[in-house]
């Protein structure tokens, strides 16, 4: 059935049922004179290319691939359309390595047609820190889908990782491959309904007008939690210890110290977006919430291009209940003209969704561990990682 990944070191569903074999490594690392010292070969037209992506046409041409290749929903209504500032923020984290970001290109015209990333991450899976490649942005071009050209994709990049002496992986996909280690639900929280309405992201409800709707779906104007305000610079170690300690309660989640919190979670317009509270007496931060930036392409609409969509990132409450918090998350991102705010069913996530008006979406998202087991899986609500 999965003639490729049936070759690779991960939970293959035969083994589902063996409750003997232990959490951890699937297989050993290998010594480094033993990894492959060159490249996979492509078929004859096309050639690897290591991008950089400082390089702005390149960034440009990456930019384009994906906008035009990448992930639609399953009625190919909508394209996830990664802007460029984006990229190069999900690509260059703390200590990226540029030859973990593999482009192919047709030799002759040098177009751009597939690329592969990984950026390095150190997760935590229950008490076990590894150090990890977390892959994205596989895209192989429509015109040459089908041609198991993603195989060879992902042996290279694994072959890279390796160099490296990294020998685990972690990645998410919409489809299912041997094995999740669990399978989320995206929710959806409509802050523009007229004209999700009007591009079919989401449909008039039964008896519903669209001025009820609207009504529904109302925010303040203004955040309501006394001390909420934007991160800055000065917060991150503030912020590090907040979302430690949060971190240290879910089965997986990445194990991040302040030079990560810097690249993660520090505002950048259009990119990533942090909020805390300060408390006006203390001063102290108490609570803190997150949420990154994904246009969709609308596909054949005569009224829209692009719906701007808010991710659920990274939240932590100590003091200010989780709902009032995402309350707020709501608040800011409809006055910062988001149509849509989006989350999935991790980490507490559960325990406002309904509540604050987000609905079910009719996609799912599966998390994956390359060469690492996690017997049985866990619960969305156990992972506490959130991938872009
Ligand atoms: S998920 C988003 C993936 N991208 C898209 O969906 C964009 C639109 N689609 C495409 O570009 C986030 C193509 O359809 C792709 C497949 C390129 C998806 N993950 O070339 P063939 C990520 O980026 C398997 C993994 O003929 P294609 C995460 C499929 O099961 N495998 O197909 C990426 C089959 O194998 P099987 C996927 O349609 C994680 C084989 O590919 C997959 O022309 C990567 C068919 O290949 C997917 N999303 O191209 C793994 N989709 O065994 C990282 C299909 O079933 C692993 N396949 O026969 C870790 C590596 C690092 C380890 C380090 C130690
Ligand atoms: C790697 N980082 O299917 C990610 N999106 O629900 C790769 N549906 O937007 C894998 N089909 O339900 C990504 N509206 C996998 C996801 C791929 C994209 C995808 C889904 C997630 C989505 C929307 C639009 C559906 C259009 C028709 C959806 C309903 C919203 C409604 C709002 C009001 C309250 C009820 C729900």
């Known amino acids: 059935r999965h003639k490729f990944w049936e070759t690779q070191p991960v939970g293959q569903f035969r083994d589902a049922a063996d409750t003997s074999l232990p959490d951890g490594p ?25 991008c950089d992506l400082d390089d702005d046409a390149l960034l440009a041409d990456l930019y384009s691939l994906l906008a035009h290749n990448y992930v639609e929903d399953d009625e190919n209504m909508f ?18 390595f540029r030859a973990w970001h593999i482009g192919v290109r047709a030799k002759e015209s040098k177009k751009l047609v597939a690329f592969i990333s990984g950026v390095p991450a150190r997760i935590r899976a229950r008490d076990d820190v590894v150090r990890m490649a ?31 002496n990294i020998w685990q992986a972690a990645y998410t996909a919409g489809v299912v491959l041997p094995t999740p280690i669990t399978t989320c639900r995206y929710w959806h929280r409509s802050l523009n309904p007229k004209k999700l309405i009007d591009v079919g992201f989401s449909r008039l409800g039964p008896r519903m007008t669209m ?33 430690r300690a949060y971190l240290a309660r879910f ?7 302040e030079v990560d919190v810097e690249h993660w979670l520090l505002p950048q317009e259009d990119v990533v977006d942090s909020y805390l509270v300060e408390s006006p007496e203390t001063h102290e931060v108490t609570d803190f919430c997150s949420f990154y930036t994904l246009p969709s392409s609308v596909l054949n609409n005569a009224n829209y291009a692009t719906l701007k969509a808010a991710y ?65 899986g866990i619960k969305p609500s156990e992972l506490g990682l959130v991938l872009l």
């Open 251 to 257: 089965v997986v989640a990445p194990d991040f110290d």
């Open 211 to 243: 001025s009820r709707t609207v009504r529904l779906y109302k925010l303040p104007d203004a955040p309501l939690t006394p001390g909420f305000r934007r991160m800055e610079l000065r917060d991150v170690a503030a912020v590090t210890r907040l979302l």
């Open 134 to 164: 977390e892959i994205n942005f596989l895209c192989v071009h429509k015109k040459l889908r089908s041609k198991r050209l993603a195989p060879v994709l992902i042996r290279e990049v694994t072959r890279r990782v390796h160099q490296e």
């Open 312 to 376: 659920s990132y990274y939240n932590v409450s100590t003091k200010t209940p989780l709902q009032q918090l995402m309350n707020d998350a709501l608040i800011v991102a409809k006055q910062k003209n988001y149509d849509v705010f989006n989350a999935l069913d991790v980490m507490e996530n559960e325990s406002f969704l309904k509540e604050l008006k987000f609905g079910p979406g009719d996609g799912q998202l599966h998390y994956y561990l390359y060469n690492y087991r996690i017997r049985n």
């Open 79 to 96: 394209r996830f359309n990664y802007s460029p500032a984006f990229l190069r923020w999900a690509l260059k984290p703390p200590s990226f």
């Open 26 to 50: 699937i297989e050993p690392p290998t010594p480094l004179s033993e990894v492959r010292a060159d490249p996979y070969p492509l078929p004859a037209a096309f050639e690897w290319l290591t």
